[in-house]
């Protein structure tokens, strides 16, 4: 409690010292006199305090322990946004959420998420460096498919959405579609309500291949073509893979892109402090 109230006593305000009050207030003559002024301000003190402090009191003891401000009002504004229980939030925190986001943009941009949290505004903005999938169960030592990693994905689809970010709606898994008498699976189909555009997954668990850069280009294509619609914004492709080399991504994509991105995945809870390296390097 001690430690709550250090980290945020700058927001509540106290316009005047009791001992001020009492110099001037009337001494009542009765104890239920002197206690109904307390009994009426209550409920304005409790709907103030609830306004300032919108999680439990359980939240606020875990972000209490962070010590940078810029993160710990990260975390706090993202709890309150996505409706994150405690366990959830305890999550993201052991995953590095804030760290992994930072990663992925401009390092100018880093106060900005301390400011108003995670902002859906165009395409970039849904990616994480590294995606981290340990709730999946799966042994990183173990031999799985990528058929092993979809159907654990589709197990635990609702971690994976939060993993994913804010806006993530579930379509379907090896969504087929058919053209030239050939036809081709999309491992994963959603749709991101605050982009307004279907967002097409590809799970690689080996080493990411310019060709699967150039599949997943198609499929996007396909889908621009001839399923979204006219007020739907341009689709967008996202390659999970187990190893993906930068060098191999910027060569085969064109300039400019930004419709098709490619990420990692980690099957254990990343190192606080790695992440944090990362960042300042």
């Given at each position: 409690?001690?430690?709550?109230?250090i980290?945020?006593?700058?927001?509540?305000?106290?316009s005047?010292?009791?001992?001020?009050?009492?110099?001037?207030?009337?001494?009542p003559?009765t104890?239920?006199?002197e206690?109904?002024p307390?009994?009426?301000?209550?409920?304005?003190?409790?709907?103030?305090?609830?306004?300032?402090?919108?999680?439990?009191?359980?939240?606020?003891?875990m972000?209490?322990?962070?010590?940078?401000?810029?993160?710990?009002?990260?975390?706090?504004?993202?709890?309150?946004?996505?409706?994150?229980?405690?366990?959830?939030?305890?999550?993201?925190?052991?995953?590095?959420?804030?760290?992994?986001?930072?990663?992925?943009?401009?390092?100018?941009?880093?106060?900005q998420?301390?400011?108003?949290?995670?902002?859906?505004e165009?395409?970039?903005?849904?990616?994480?460096?590294?995606?981290?999938?340990?709730?999946?169960?799966?042994?990183?030592?173990?031999?799985?498919?990528?058929?092993?990693?979809?159907?654990?994905?589709?197990?635990?689809?609702?971690?994976?959405?939060?993993?994913?970010?804010?806006?993530?709606l579930?379509?379907?898994r090896?969504?087929?579609?058919?053209?030239?008498?050939?036809?081709?699976?999309?491992?994963?189909?959603?749709?991101?309500r605050?982009l307004?555009?279907?967002?097409?997954?590809?799970?690689?668990?080996?080493?990411?291949?310019?060709q699967?850069?150039?599949?997943?280009?198609?499929?996007?294509?396909?889908?621009?073509?001839?399923?979204?619609?006219?007020?739907?914004k341009?689709?967008?492709?996202?390659?999970?893979?187990?190893?993906?080399?930068?060098?191999?991504?910027?060569?085969?994509?064109?300039?400019?892109?930004?419709?098709?991105?490619?990420?990692?995945?980690?099957?254990?809870?990343?190192?606080?402090?790695?992440?944090?390296?990362?960042?300042?390097?």
């Amino acid at each position: 409690m001690r430690l709550f109230y250090i980290v945020y006593n700058f927001r509540v305000q106290i316009s005047q010292p009791l001992a001020g009050k009492s110099s001037k207030t009337q001494i009542p003559q009765t104890v239920s006199a002197e206690l109904q002024p307390v009994q009426k301000s209550q409920p304005v003190a409790l709907n103030l305090f609830s306004q300032k402090f919108q999680l439990s009191w359980t939240h606020y003891v875990m972000l209490c322990r962070i010590e940078n401000e810029n993160e710990r009002s990260f975390y706090e504004i993202e709890a309150i946004q996505g409706n994150w229980g405690k366990r959830e939030l305890q999550r993201q925190l052991n995953s590095g959420l804030f760290e992994r986001l930072a990663l992925s943009k401009d390092k100018k941009k880093v106060k900005q998420l301390a400011a108003k949290g995670q902002i859906i505004e165009k395409p970039e903005d849904v990616l994480k460096t590294p995606y981290v999938l340990e709730f999946l169960g799966l042994d990183e030592k173990a031999s799985y498919t990528e058929t092993d990693l979809e159907s654990a994905i589709i197990n635990k689809i609702e971690h994976f959405l939060l993993e994913l970010g804010k806006g993530f709606l579930f379509q379907g898994r090896q969504v087929r579609f058919s053209f030239d008498d050939e036809n081709f699976f999309v491992d994963l189909v959603l749709y991101n309500r605050l982009l307004q555009c279907f967002v097409l997954i590809d799970l690689k668990i080996g080493k990411l291949k310019h060709q699967d850069i150039g599949q997943m280009q198609m499929y996007v294509n396909y889908y621009d073509r001839f399923v979204k619609q006219d007020f739907e914004k341009p689709t967008i492709g996202i390659i999970i893979s187990k190893d993906k080399s930068d060098a191999v991504v910027e060569i085969t994509l064109p300039k400019g892109n930004r419709q098709i991105f490619a990420s990692q995945y980690k099957l254990y809870l990343p190192s606080k402090a790695a992440l944090k390296k990362l960042i300042t390097e």
